[in-house]
């Protein structure tokens, strides 16, 4: 079999997995997904670094970086086309055009009758504004691709998000406004392969973000079947093989979804539970091929 890493040379990530194939005596390469040419002619339909990736079995998707609109979607275009020629592409195509897109998942969410964090995207300025207002005057303005925290802002003063909300609309952004949900400064990222939860921990934040990126300290933490079933029904609404599922703990009882990574990190996972999640995805392709 063989498998193709597209994503960073040199990513903690990448190597992780690479090395976790390599134990399994699969020699993975690792393949740069900025550096993607497709030919409809003749020759590979599409190579990375000038590698063809028509020649894997398998391929999994360790970033999708940003750029501009038409790099993006010449990247997805990329993925689809794979899938279309019979590869293996994890986690596909269509699971990552959902899941980087934030307003996609929280309406996959909202679909499957999952708790989510009242929400309200707009492009207007004045409509953002009003969302404020409707969402209670207190909420975190996301960017609608993004990850790890960054760009994420809480605004909970009028003035603020009107200068907040001007600058958003020179650079011509979507609004993505949730409303703050009051949690402790502490969340749940659950890691779930195949349909089943490998691992938990709980990341407590030193203010009200709580990404490990942002200096969040982690634990493991052994979920209930409640959470459980809320982490596979979310992976579940959105199509993935695997994924990561954060999920707030309220202060009032109960829990709501507030993401879900199509391309999700483990590493502070992995310190946390001491579980290699690379080896485990590596199992799960290779039994699933089987």
């Not at 990341?203 to 709580?210: A, C, P």
């Amino acid at each position: 079999m063989k498998i193709g890493i597209l994503g960073q040379r040199g990513g903690w990530h990448t190597s992780a997995l690479r090395d976790a194939c390599a134990r399994h005596g699969i020699s993975a390469e690792i393949l740069p997904v900025t550096r993607l040419t497709a030919r409809l002619s003749e020759g590979a339909i599409l190579s990375a670094g000038g590698e063809p990736l028509d020649r894997f079995d398998a391929i999994f998707v360790r970033a999708i970086p940003g750029g501009s609109l038409e790099q993006i979607i010449f990247r997805m275009d990329a993925l689809f086309r794979l899938e279309a020629a019979g590869i293996r592409v994890v986690n596909s195509a269509k699971v990552i055009e959902r899941t980087v897109d934030k307003y996609y998942t929280s309406w996959l969410l909202e679909q499957a009758g999952l708790a989510t964090p009242r929400t309200v995207v707009a492009e207007r300025f004045e409509d953002a504004m009003q969302a404020f207002e409707e969402l209670g005057g207190d909420v975190v303005v996301k960017p609608i691709f993004g990850s790890e925290g960054r760009g994420m802002v809480r605004v909970s003063d009028p003035d603020i998000a009107y200068r907040v909300f001007r600058a958003l609309e020179m650079s011509r952004y979507v609004y993505y406004l949730q409303e703050y949900v009051p949690h402790s400064g502490r969340d749940i990222r659950v890691f779930v392969i195949g349909g089943q939860v490998q691992a938990a921990m709980e990341r407590i934040g030193r203010g009200w973000k709580t990404n490990v990126s942002q200096g969040a300290r982690t634990r493991p933490l052994e979920v209930d079947g409640g959470i459980e079933a809320m982490a596979v029904s979310a992976a579940r609404a959105v199509g993935t093989e695997y994924a990561g599922v954060d999920i707030l703990p309220l202060e009032v009882g109960g829990y709501v979804i507030v993401e879900i990574n199509g391309i999700p990190g483990w590493r502070g996972l992995e310190r946390a539970t001491g579980i290699n999640m690379a080896e485990r995805l590596v199992d799960y392709i290779l039994g699933a091929s089987a």
